[in-house]
């Protein structure tokens, strides 16, 4: 089992950046696919990065694509989602999470999640 911590949220203006990390506790992040989702008030639970165990295969969500990267530091087990260029539409609880196999798209594939992290974008 994996213990995912989530940090790095908070109030920013549009056009402004924040990276979020994802520290796993217990056991190594590189045994699992990890991924990014959000959750906006009122709305599902959405897909928005992925990493593969190979720590090279990425995945975006088209809304992110060149705005958002994730990454991976093996040294200090944690993941990344740098985002930039931020859009009042980025607001939401991003949350991190561990497995997910083949269809890495679909939240009810992973076994693990973070508590989640608020990001806020102001217009």
């Known amino acids: 089992q994996v213990q995912l911590v989530e940090s790095g949220g908070g109030l920013v203006q549009a056009g402004g950046s924040l990276r979020l990390s994802c520290a796993g506790l217990g056991r190594t992040v590189s045994a699992y696919t990890m991924a990014w989702f959000r959750q906006a008030p009122g709305k599902e639970r959405e897909f928005v990065s992925a990493?593969?165990?190979?720590?090279?295969?990425?995945y975006y969500t088209d809304s992110v694509k060149g705005r958002f990267t994730i990454s991976r530091d093996n040294a200090r087990n944690t993941v990344y989602l740098q985002m930039r260029n931020l859009k009042p539409e980025d607001t939401a609880v991003y949350y991190c999470?561990?497995?997910?196999?083949?269809?890495?798209?679909?939240?009810?594939?992973?076994?693990?999640w973070g508590q989640g992290t608020q990001v806020t974008v102001s217009s």
């Open positions: 990493l593969r165990r190979d720590g090279l295969t990425t």
């Open positions: 999470a561990a497995e997910g196999g083949l269809t890495y798209r679909v939240a009810a594939n992973y076994d693990y």
